[in-house]
């Protein structure tokens, strides 16, 4: 299971890059203030390359070239964790460069947040690998219908795989001494049943492609990911990377008022 130290100072890095995020800073920049923290707080190694992807460089999966400039009316999709003593934190947080979605990402974000909760909530122990990747798979897929972005029938889309359009990778993966930690997914063929001890990475998103001209402008060229780190313990699930903001409202508190806590 991930150190409690590392997902600490990821989720506090997180948090100081929100605050610090304006237009004109180049991606990098952010970065540098995630490694600081990261740094000061004694963990000297990164868990994998910073990916700080603004605008369509949110869409590039493992893009960490980070020299865009932040550009107002763009989000950006910050994918940082750091190692502590062995262990290591991987979080992805999706904010608006100015500090406030517009409609469109909201509504695109709100249906992320959605999808994660319900992939949060099928880790259980006696449930399978592949359930909390399943509830993902609906909650996105219903809510890109309900916007108009997909059509067609829920369990339809499903089935032909045209949900993928938008959400073409995997919900998660094993964490813990390293980022895509060693373990079997599926064991003599069936997917594996969940168990007390295990630890992995919940991390839905959205890409909206910028040149579909079947989809409205204003959803064009969005791409969303919000990733947390999960424990099963004896008590439930475990949301370890619960520190760094993830609500719209804490988000947009966060880059409104620096990195000070909201009060809840
Ligand atoms: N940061 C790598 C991953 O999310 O899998
Ligand atoms: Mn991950
Ligand atoms: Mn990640």
């Not at 829920?154 to 919900?171: A, C, K, P, S």
């Not at 069936?190 to 492609?209: D, F, H, K, N, S």
Request: with cysteine; aromatic share 8%.
């Amino acid at each position: 299971m991930p150190d409690d130290q590392s997902r600490n100072i990821s989720a506090d890095a997180h948090r100081r890059a929100m605050a610090h995020c304006e237009p004109g800073l180049y991606e990098y920049q952010l970065e540098a203030t995630l490694l600081h923290t990261f740094v000061d707080s004694g963990a000297r190694e990164t868990a994998y390359p910073t990916i700080i992807g603004s605008g369509r460089n949110a869409f590039v999966m493992h893009y960490c070239s980070n020299r865009a400039q932040l550009k107002a009316g763009d989000l950006v999709l910050v994918d940082a964790g750091c190692e502590y003593r062995g262990y290591v934190a991987d979080i992805t947080r999706s904010y608006p460069v100015s500090g406030r979605f517009s409609g469109a990402q909201r509504a695109l974000y709100d249906i992320v947040l959605a999808a994660q909760q319900a992939a949060i909530d099928q880790v259980r122990a006696g449930n399978h690998w592949n359930d909390p990747h399943s509830a993902s798979v609906e909650v996105i897929t219903r809510g890109l219908v309900d916007l108009g972005l997909l059509r067609g029938e829920v369990h339809g889309l499903i089935e032909t795989g045209d949900y993928q359009h938008f959400y073409m990778h995997r919900v998660g993966h094993w964490l813990g001494m390293g980022v895509h930690d060693v373990g079997d997914y599926r064991v003599h063929g069936a997917w594996r049943q969940l168990e007390v001890g295990m630890a992995m990475t919940v991390e839905p998103g959205v890409y909206v492609p910028a040149d579909d001209e079947r989809i409205p402008v204003d959803f064009r060229g969005i791409g969303i990911r919000i990733e947390d780190d999960v424990a099963l313990t004896r008590d439930g699930v475990q949301v370890l990377s619960a520190a760094a903001p993830r609500a719209v409202a804490e988000i947009e508190y966060t880059m409104r008022h620096g990195g000070d806590l909201m009060t809840r």
